[in-house]
């Protein structure tokens, strides 16, 4: 307070000074303006302050001689200590000096910035009279120099039309005292004009003869392309034709094979029949177990042409299935067969008949092994086939009986199914691994092979007669 004061008391000591000596500079007019004119913010140091501080901004001497440029300081300086009520006041003021003074472009700045303050202070109702109210300015002014623009282009216009007036009353004077010379460029036009439209004529005879080359060349080339097609057409009737022919070699195919199939079962049944035949006229055990062997291996391998011609794949066979009816004919087969129980652990798996004959064979060696010798009571054989790798299958026929009989401290493994399974096994390119303990396990590894095309019959039977 004692410096707002002391500097009230040094500028009203100067300004007399000035008056005493009859002269005021502007600085001191615009300073004594600025105390007059200013709103009563109670804070005229900060007014003199702000003055001083934004003067340069503004491209005027200290202090200012205009109070259109002394408000948009202060306003600016309020805005930066964000009192906003104080820009509003000083915004009132700077529009009232604005339009008395037709500042129009003033006039919008000033209710830019009272729309700021009033955003500021949250009063959004006078902030949206005070945006519109800046929007009708800026678009007033907008249009008031669109007008001065259209204005000068007016004028602007108008001169270049009298300008442009001036030349050709020129060039008329010109062209008056050089009329031979336009008559000669008349002539001279004429003649050029002449050989324009010759040139012309020419040009478009030429295009003519170019769109008719144009024309028979599209012509040549449709012919050909017809030619083509038609080509192209026979071709393609004649490969229709092809795969018809093909699609009934196929269908004459797989019905051969069915035929084939069903005759080669129905031929191993007939040889079943006169084994059965044959075994009725026998008294000797071992040769009717012999007979009856036999008579099981062959239904072995009539099961799986059974499969193949009732299939419509003539090159794949379900093991599930098949494994599953083959123990039912071996049930069948065996008296004594309801102590034992069966545990089927068989994967989805479908084999070429080139390996699905021979793990047939062996499913009906290790079975019927297992039925006959394993069990003197009840009993459990497992049976698996199961995918244990990328393109490798294990087959196990396990028992829970008695194992293997011992000669000379060893299982003895040399019967005539262990050599029948032990010779299908290397068919099958695999391994065979047989355990005996606390009954027998028969482990035999292979490859997958893909579907081959048929070849013709199996030929197990003459293996099986080897050893029989």
Same mark, same amino acid.
């Given at each position: 307070?004692?410096?707002?004061?002391?500097?009230?008391?040094?500028?009203?000591?100067?300004?007399?000074?000035?008056?005493?000596?009859?002269?005021?500079?502007?600085?001191? $007019?615009?300073?004594?303006?600025?105390?007059?004119?200013?709103?009563?913010?109670?804070?005229?140091?900060?007014? $003199?302050?702000? @003055?001083?501080?934004?003067?340069?901004?503004?491209?005027?001497?200290?202090?200012?001689?205009?109070?259109?440029?002394?408000?948009?300081?202060?306003?600016?300086?309020?805005?930066?200590?964000?009192?906003?009520?104080?820009?509003?006041?000083?915004?009132?003021?700077?529009?009232?000096?604005?339009?008395?003074?037709?500042?129009?472009?003033?006039?919008?700045?000033?209710?830019?910035?009272?729309?700021?303050?009033?955003?500021?202070?949250?009063?959004?109702? &006078?902030?949206?009279?005070?945006?519109?109210?800046? *929007?009708?300015?800026?678009?007033?002014?907008?249009?008031?120099?669109?007008?001065?623009?259209?204005?000068?282009?007016?004028?602007?216009?108008?001169?270049?039309?009298?300008?442009?007036?001036?030349?050709? *009353?020129?060039?008329? /004077?010109?062209?008056?005292?050089?009329?031979?010379? %336009?008559?000669?460029?008349?002539?001279?036009?004429?003649?050029?004009?002449?050989?324009?439209?010759?040139?012309?004529?020419?040009?478009?005879? #030429?295009?003519?003869?170019?769109?008719? @080359?144009?024309?028979?060349?599209?012509?040549?080339?449709?012919?050909?392309?017809?030619?083509?097609?038609?080509?192209?057409?026979?071709? +393609?009737?004649?490969?229709? &034709?092809?795969?018809?022919?093909?699609? *009934?070699?196929?269908?004459?195919?797989?019905?051969? !094979?069915?035929?084939?199939?069903?005759?080669?079962?129905?031929?191993?049944?007939?040889?079943?029949?006169?084994? +059965?035949?044959?075994?009725?006229?026998?008294?000797?055990?071992?040769?009717? @177990?012999? /007979?009856?062997?036999?008579?099981?291996?062959?239904?072995?391998?009539?099961?799986?042409?059974?499969? !193949?011609?009732?299939?419509?794949?003539?090159?794949?066979?379900?093991?599930?299935?098949?494994?599953?009816?083959?123990?039912?004919? #071996?049930?069948?087969?065996?008296?004594?067969? @309801?102590?034992?129980?069966? &545990?089927?652990?068989?994967?989805?798996? *479908? #084999?070429? $008949?080139?390996?699905?004959?021979?793990?047939?064979?062996?499913? +009906?060696?290790?079975?019927?092994?297992? /039925?006959?010798?394993?069990?003197?009571?009840?009993?459990?054989?497992?049976?698996?086939?199961?995918?244990?790798?990328?393109?490798?299958?294990? %087959?196990?026929?396990?028992?829970?009986?008695?194992?293997?009989?011992?000669?000379?401290?060893?299982?003895?493994?040399?019967?005539?199914?262990?050599?029948?399974?032990?010779? %299908?096994?290397?068919?099958?390119?695999?391994? !065979?691994?047989?355990?005996?303990?606390?009954?027998?396990? /028969?482990?035999?590894?292979?490859?997958?092979?893909?579907?081959?095309?048929?070849?013709?019959? $199996?030929?197990?039977?003459?293996?099986?007669?080897?050893?029989?």
């Amino acid at each position: 307070m004692n410096r707002l004061l002391l500097l009230s008391c040094c500028m009203i000591g100067y300004l007399f000074q000035c008056v005493a000596q009859d002269k005021l500079f502007p600085s001191e $007019v615009m300073l004594q303006r600025l105390l007059d004119e200013a709103p009563d913010t109670g804070d005229k140091f900060m007014l $003199v302050r702000a @003055n001083i501080r934004y003067a340069p901004f503004m491209g005027m001497e200290w202090g200012g001689t205009d109070s259109i440029t002394m408000y948009t300081s202060l306003i600016r300086y309020y805005l930066d200590k964000k009192q906003y009520e104080t820009v509003r006041q000083y915004a009132a003021a700077l529009a009232v000096a604005a339009q008395r003074d037709g500042r129009l472009e003033v006039l919008a700045r000033s209710y830019a910035c009272w729309f700021k303050a009033d955003s500021a202070m949250g009063r959004y109702q &006078d902030a949206i009279r005070h945006y519109q109210l800046y *929007k009708s300015s800026h678009d007033s002014l907008f249009n008031i120099m669109k007008r001065q623009q259209l204005n000068q282009l007016e004028i602007q216009f108008k001169t270049e039309q009298k300008d442009q007036a001036l030349k050709l *009353k020129q060039q008329n /004077i010109e062209l008056l005292t050089r009329e031979a010379q %336009l008559q000669d460029a008349k002539l001279q036009r004429a003649w050029f004009i002449r050989n324009v439209i010759f040139g012309g004529a020419g040009m478009l005879l #030429l295009l003519l003869l170019l769109g008719f @080359n144009r024309y028979q060349l599209k012509l040549r080339s449709n012919r050909q392309m017809k030619e083509q097609q038609d080509e192209i057409y026979k071709q +393609n009737l004649s490969l229709q &034709d092809l795969i018809s022919t093909q699609d *009934k070699l196929l269908e004459e195919k797989e019905w051969l !094979l069915k035929e084939i199939h069903h005759r080669v079962k129905n031929n191993l049944q007939i040889v079943m029949s006169l084994l +059965n035949t044959q075994a009725a006229f026998l008294d000797d055990k071992d040769a009717l @177990n012999a /007979i009856k062997e036999s008579r099981c291996r062959m239904h072995a391998i009539s099961l799986i042409h059974q499969k !193949l011609y009732q299939s419509e794949n003539m090159a794949l066979i379900d093991m599930h299935t098949y494994i599953h009816d083959l123990l039912i004919y #071996l049930k069948d087969g065996f008296t004594g067969i @309801n102590r034992i129980n069966f &545990d089927l652990q068989i994967a989805p798996i *479908k #084999l070429d $008949v080139s390996q699905s004959v021979p793990v047939g064979l062996i499913l +009906n060696e290790a079975i019927t092994n297992a /039925i006959k010798y394993a069990f003197t009571s009840n009993g459990t054989i497992l049976v698996s086939l199961q995918q244990t790798g990328d393109q490798q299958l294990t %087959l196990i026929v396990a028992d829970n009986g008695k194992g293997l009989p011992v000669e000379g401290g060893t299982p003895h493994k040399k019967s005539m199914g262990m050599m029948l399974i032990k010779t %299908l096994t290397e068919q099958l390119e695999g391994t !065979l691994n047989i355990q005996s303990h606390n009954g027998v396990i /028969i482990t035999v590894n292979f490859k997958y092979q893909e579907k081959q095309a048929f070849t013709g019959p $199996v030929e197990f039977e003459e293996e099986i007669t080897n050893y029989a």
